[in-house]
Nanobody, 120 residues
Framework: QVQLVESGGGLVQAGGSLPLSCAAS????????AGWYRQAPGKQRDLIAR???????NYADSVKYRFTISRDNDKKTVYLQMNNLEPEDTAVYYC??????????????WGQGTQVTVSS
């Protein structure tokens, strides 16, 4: 069964940077529309960045100008570069994407999540 696999994350000091990446576990699957969400303890899961299959991007106000979502279609990977991190960015980060291999399509597929912790 295909999975969305996130990598990156970890512990960083305030003001630091972290990259996240998201790819399908089977190389035959491509990522179409994709988004990064985050969920802090006791809070709902919120969309923070989105990228279309054509590369158009949208950001939540809380991360605009600090985070950058991008994609490498050759590598079939979506990235989230997080800069100038703040303690308020501490959360589990999830990738959500429409994936397909030309025959099978899975809309709104979730990754397992990766923890990002920002210390003050």
């Amino acid at each position: 069964q295909v999975q969305l696999v996130e990598s990156g994350g970890g512990l960083v000091q305030a003001g630091g940077s972290l990259p996240l990446s998201c790819a399908a576990s089977r190389s035959t699957f491509s990522i179409n529309v994709a988004g990064w969400y985050r969920q802090a303890p006791g809070k709902q899961r919120d969309l923070i960045a989105r990228i279309s299959d054509g590369g158009s991007t949208n950001y939540a106000d809380s991360v605009k100008y600090r985070f950058t979502i991008s994609r490498d279609n050759d590598k079939k990977t979506v990235y989230l570069q997080m800069n100038n991190l703040e303690p308020e960015d501490t959360a589990v980060y999830y990738c959500n994407a429409d994936i397909s291999n030309g025959i099978l399509s899975y809309p709104g597929y979730w990754g397992q999540g990766t923890q990002v912790t920002v210390s003050s």
